[in-house]
């Protein structure tokens, strides 16, 4: 087995606004913030990154979050030459260039795995075979690395066959991660939830070099579709609505407006009576006109 890759704005909530040019007094090293460091990392700093990322992800950063941003950025910084995040920021602001993507990959969180909240593959499964002859279209818009979309298309392979008509849209805004999902190669250990006969089934070892690793099989590849997508934005490039989405454990990073606005947004791509999977920590009932509660962080479109 070949492990080698083959990877194949509109109105947004406005965010408060830091002004680039610094003030003395807020700008000053505050503790620990500028102790020990390779760069000065100031409050002023960390509220320009907040501002920045609000307004490009609509992420909202809480104040607990100054050593995660300062270890992630200060990687750009290296990267692009910059001696102070004063200068990397102002340079971000005045370009409108390739940056803007590492700068959002660095500050987004994948955590993943396979068939994680395994409760929800058994209501999909359910759901799946209730209409077993449909045309199914889903969307996993937090794809990461791939374990969810992959869990996904296993479980509709069991639920309705290989031939049944099926079609994912796996999406996420962190782009190296989607370029990792593309390629399905994983570490054999992160597969150790899976059953031995599910992993005979779906994915192809690697031998030699490879050893140790393994690869999604082409047929589950194939009916995936990795993009890009902002949940914040309104150029979703959807022209079919989807009967199921897979929205989990995103909602958290951000605040109530914009979690009202993306929610808005996805009950209009998805189909009256289509399903919402959401995060084990999410709760939309104050949504109850756009989505009603069906199970355990599931959702039914109104």
């Not at 050593?67 to 200068?87: I, K, P």
Request: hydrophobic share 40%.
């Amino acid at each position: 087995m070949a492990l080698s890759p083959s990877v194949s704005s509109p109105a947004r909530p406005a965010a408060p606004r830091v002004d680039p040019a610094y003030n003395a007094a807020a700008a000053a090293p505050s503790g620990p913030l500028a102790q020990g460091r390779e760069f000065v990392w100031t409050n002023a700093d960390f509220a320009r990154v907040q501002a920045l990322i609000y307004q490009r992800a609509g992420i909202s950063l809480h104040d607990g979050k100054h050593a995660m941003v300062y270890s992630r950025l200060s990687r750009r910084l290296r990267d692009t030459g910059h001696t102070s995040f004063h200068d990397y920021l102002g340079w971000l602001e005045t370009h409108d260039g390739p940056e803007w993507q590492e700068f959002v990959n660095a500050l987004t969180t994948n955590l993943t795995a396979f068939f994680r909240e395994q409760h929800h593959f058994e209501i999909f499964a359910s759901h799946l075979r209730s209409k077993p002859s449909a045309n199914w279209r889903v969307w996993c818009n937090a794809a990461s690395t791939g374990e969810e979309p992959y869990s996904i298309v296993m479980t509709a392979f069991e639920a309705l066959g290989a031939n049944a008509s099926f079609k994912l849209t796996a999406s996420d805004i962190d782009s190296r991660v989607l370029a990792t999902a593309s390629q399905g190669v994983y570490r054999l250990d992160s597969l150790k939830g899976l059953s031995p006969e599910r992993l005979q089934k779906f994915f192809l070892r690697g031998k030699g070099g490879n050893v140790g690793m393994v690869r999604a099989k082409p047929e589950l590849r194939r009916v995936i579709d990795f993009m890009s997508v902002n949940l914040i934005r309104d150029d979703w490039p959807f022209k079919e609505p989807f009967d199921v989405v897979f929205c989990r454990n995103v909602m958290i990073y951000f605040d109530a407006p914009t979690q009202r606005r993306v929610l808005e947004r996805i009950h209009r791509v998805l189909k009256p009576g289509g399903m919402l999977f959401v995060g084990h920590a999410e709760n939309f009932s104050e949504s109850r006109d756009l989505f009603t509660l069906r199970g355990k962080t599931v959702y039914e479109r109104r």
